[in-house]
C-alpha cells in the first residue's frame, strides 16, 4: 500500500512563493510517474505537472509553465513543487498522485494542501 503525504501549502501573497513537497511510504519504483493537480473552489480537478521516474522528462499546463518546476528525489521518495510568481488564481488545493498508465487513471492520490494566494 502506497500512501502520499503532502506539505508546504499556506497562505501567500501575490507575486510570492511556496514550494510544495510529498512524501511517498511505500512501493513507489521506476514504474510510477508523479506529479501535481490542483481543484479550485466550485471547478474541477485540474492537472498541473508531472515528472518521470528518472527526472529527465516533465510536463506543465500552460497556466503554470516559467513560474512552477517539478523535482523529484527518488532516495528520500519525495516529489517537490516550487511555485514562484504565484498568482490568485492559483488558489486551489494541490494533490499529489502518481500513476504507472496516465495521468487519466491514477493509481495513488495525497489528501491534498491548501494554497491561497492573495491579490
Known amino acids: 500500500q502506497v500512501q502520499l503525504v503532502e506539505s508546504g501549502g499556506g497562505l501567500v501573497q501575490a507575486g510570492g512563493s511556496l514550494r510544495l513537497s510529498c512524501a511517498a511510504s511505500g512501493r513507489i519504483d521506476s514504474s510510477y510517474a508523479m506529479g501535481w493537480f490542483r481543484q479550485a473552489p466550485g471547478k474541477e480537478r485540474e492537472f498541473v505537472t508531472a515528472?518521470?521516474?528518472?527526472?529527465?522528462?516533465?510536463y506543465y499546463t500552460d497556466s503554470v509553465k516559467g513560474r512552477f518546476t517539478i523535482s523529484r528525489d527518488n532516495a528520500k521518495n519525495t516529489v517537490y513543487l516550487q511555485m514562484n510568481s504565484l498568482k490568485p488564481e492559483d488558489t486551489a488545493v494541490y494533490y499529489c498522485?502518481?500513476?504507472?498508465?496516465?495521468?487519466?487513471?491514477?493509481?495513488?492520490w495525497g489528501q491534498g494542501t491548501q494554497v491561497t494566494v492573495s491579490p
Open positions: 515528472i518521470n521516474w528518472s527526472a529527465d522528462n516533465t
Open positions: 498522485a502518481a500513476w504507472r498508465k496516465d495521468i487519466y487513471t491514477v493509481d495513488y
